[in-house]
């Protein structure tokens, strides 16, 4: 088993303790494919309420979900929930940043697989569609925290003059 036998404190479930607006679900069809190409890997069992990495932790990996819920947050704000097909900690291969950026822990008993970065880099050479999955999926979650913070529409306008 990984990750830290901490337990969070419960709040309102899928509520954000910002806004009190529910948090993003994760889309099916962008995760679609990235499960089968894990799925006779080994897996790892996380508790309910067991932190999987917390926010300024290292990376080392980035975590697929074969079944449980796990919930995406920093601080009091909740950033998403992510249930089977969906990944987590995906920006330590894409970016290589030293820190995580938020808390992820499990909302049910959870399945995971873990992704290094050799494995990320052969699923990218072996399966194109697969990076295409995970840019997908950090443009919405970009978007979903553009929405957050900028909640009108963006209007057209003129362009700036320099």
């Known amino acids: 088993m990984i990750g830290n036998p901490r337990t969070l404190p419960r709040g309102k479930p899928g509520v954000s303790g910002e806004n009190g607006e529910p948090p993003e679900q994760p889309v099916a069809p962008e995760n679609e494919n990235i499960l089968p190409l894990l799925v006779n890997e080994p897996h790892i069992a996380l508790q309910s309420g067991q932190v999987l990495f917390t926010e300024g932790d290292p990376p080392t990996c980035m975590y697929v979900v074969k079944a449980g819920a796990l919930r995406i947050r920093s601080g009091g704000v909740i950033y ?23 808390t992820v822990y499990a909302l049910t008993d959870c399945e995971l697989v873990a992704v290094d970065e050799a494995r990320f880099s052969s699923l990218v050479a072996e399966a194109p569609h697969f990076a295409l999955r995970v840019m997908q999926i950090l443009s919405r979650r970009l ?12 209007v057209a306008r003129e362009p700036l003059e320099p």
């Open 80 to 102: 998403e929930d992510v249930g089977p097909g969906g990944i987590v900690g995906e920006m330590a291969l894409v970016e290589r940043y030293p820190a995580r950026s938020a």
């Open 143 to 154: 978007r979903a925290m553009d929405r957050r913070y900028r909640p009108e529409p963006l």
